[in-house]
């Protein structure tokens, strides 16, 4: 079936470091959309991207989508302690669902 | 935007029984989504609540274990039935609502459930 991948599962970093994940898709996608999963709380919507190539930005997160829409990343520059928490990509098939990939846990030192 | 409550915020079962979980939003919606986070791990869908039909189960998840209902545009239910421990974990039920032209899917906080 169709799959999203997300990697890396954890990353640890030291407060004013960048931190990127990844995510990729088994088939093209008709859009992906971003999540943060803090601790012990729910998936809170960042972001959808639809374009081929598109590239959106908040503040310190970086968001972009492949060419062939079937990758994606999120980027933060310069972290801090309150970008902990979990961070989902999630692609709709052509079917119309959302498919989510394994998160990335983000830990950040201070 | 949607606003997603969600009740109960949490409990301990005991195996063998069900437990019922409810959701709430504070506009209608066409569609209400029922999904799994096992912990440490990533959201699963379990099923699609459509209001006035049955509802959507993806593979995996049938409608003896989670019957599901969904009585009017802005109210769901999801039962966990004949509960066991591997069933431990958050249920969310969320919305898709448009937020400044664009769909987004909200979540409600979450049910988190242990069965011993």
């Known amino acids: 079936g169709q799959q999203v991948m997300q990697i890396p599962q954890y990353q640890h970093v030291q407060e004013g470091e960048d931190f990127t994940t990844y995510c990729n898709s088994s088939t093209t996608l008709s859009n992906i959309q971003w999540y943060k999963q803090r601790p012990g709380g729910h998936p809170v919507f960042l972001i959808q991207l639809v374009k081929s190539g598109e590239v959106k930005k908040q503040k310190r997160l970086t968001f972009q989508f492949g060419e062939a829409k079937k990758n994606s990343s999120l980027h933060i520059t310069a972290t801090q302690t309150t970008d902990v928490g979990t961070y989902f990509c999630?692609?709709?098939?052509?079917?119309?669902?959302?498919?989510f990939g394994q998160g990335t846990t983000l830990q950040v030192k201070p | 935007s949607a606003v997603i409550s969600q009740k109960p915020s949490r409990d301990i079962c005991q195996r063998g029984t069900s437990l019922t979980i409810q959701c709430q939003v504070d506009s209608q919606v066409t569609m209400m989504f029922w999904y799994r986070q096992q912990p440490g791990q990533s959201l699963t869908l379990i099923a699609t609540a459509n209001q006035g039909s049955e509802a959507t189960y993806e593979s995996g998840f049938v409608i003896d274990k989670f019957p599901i209902s969904r009585p009017n545009l802005t109210f769901s239910t999801l039962t966990v039935s004949n509960m066991s421990p591997e069933d431990s974990s958050i249920y969310l039920c969320?919305?898709?609502?448009?937020?400044?032209?664009?769909?987004?899917?909200?979540f409600g906080p979450g049910t988190r459930l242990l069965v011993l």
């Open positions: 969320s919305v898709d609502s448009m937020d400044r032209d664009q769909e987004t899917q909200y």
């Open positions: 999630a692609g709709t098939s052509n079917t119309g669902k959302l498919i």
